[in-house]
C-alpha cells in the first residue's frame, strides 16, 4: 500500500463516520412541528431553519466527497496489481492438483474395513 492509498482508504473511512454522525445529528421531518408553536428554536445557534439546511448541505457534500473516494479506490485497486500477482482472472487459473499419497502407502479408501490379520489403527508392513 502506498502513500496515496493509504490517504484514500483514511479518508474515506473518515467521511464515512462523519456521514454517519451528521445523519444521527439531523431531525426527522415531524421534528419541526414544535417550532411551530415557539419552542424556541429561533433563538438557537443556527436560527429558525439554518440547522436543518446546514447540516443537509454538509451531509450532501460529505456524500459526494464519499462517492469520489470510493470512485478513487476502486479505480486504483483496479490499475494497481500487486508485484508478483496474475493479471488474469480467478476463473482462468488451472485448479489447484491434489497431492498424491506417499510412494511406499497402499491405496487404500477411506472407510474401507482393514486387511485380514491386522489390528484396526495398525499401520501395514
Given at each position: 500500500?502506498?502513500f496515496?492509498?493509504g490517504?484514500l482508504?483514511?479518508?474515506h473511512?473518515?467521511v464515512?463516520l462523519a456521514?454517519?454522525g451528521?445523519?444521527?445529528?439531523?431531525?426527522?421531518?415531524?421534528?419541526d412541528?414544535?417550532a411551530a408553536f415557539g419552542?424556541?428554536a429561533?433563538?438557537?445557534?443556527?436560527?429558525a431553519?439554518?440547522?436543518s439546511n446546514?447540516l443537509s448541505?454538509?451531509?450532501?457534500v460529505?456524500?459526494?466527497?464519499f462517492f469520489?473516494?470510493?470512485v478513487?479506490l476502486?479505480?486504483?485497486?483496479a490499475?494497481?496489481?500487486a508485484?508478483?500477482?496474475?493479471?488474469r482472472?480467478?476463473?482462468?487459473r488451472d485448479p489447484p492438483?491434489?497431492?498424491?499419497?506417499?510412494?511406499?502407502?497402499p491405496?487404500q479408501?477411506?472407510?474401507a474395513?482393514?486387511?485380514?490379520?491386522?489390528?484396526?489403527?495398525e499401520v501395514p508392513?
Amino acid at each position: 500500500m502506498n502513500f496515496f492509498e493509504g490517504f484514500l482508504l483514511v479518508l474515506h473511512v473518515g467521511v464515512a463516520l462523519a456521514i454517519c454522525g451528521f445523519v444521527l445529528l439531523q431531525h426527522g421531518k415531524g421534528a419541526d412541528m414544535g417550532a411551530a408553536f415557539g419552542s424556541g428554536a429561533s433563538g438557537s445557534l443556527f436560527g429558525a431553519s439554518g440547522s436543518s439546511n446546514f447540516l443537509s448541505h454538509t451531509t450532501a457534500v460529505l456524500a459526494a466527497v464519499f462517492f469520489v473516494t470510493s470512485v478513487g479506490l476502486t479505480w486504483y485497486a483496479a490499475s494497481h496489481v500487486a508485484p508478483g500477482a496474475a493479471e488474469r482472472s480467478v476463473l482462468d487459473r488451472d485448479p489447484p492438483v491434489p497431492k498424491s499419497a506417499p510412494a511406499g502407502a497402499p491405496a487404500q479408501p477411506a472407510g474401507a474395513p482393514a486387511p485380514e490379520g491386522s489390528k484396526a489403527g495398525e499401520v501395514p508392513k
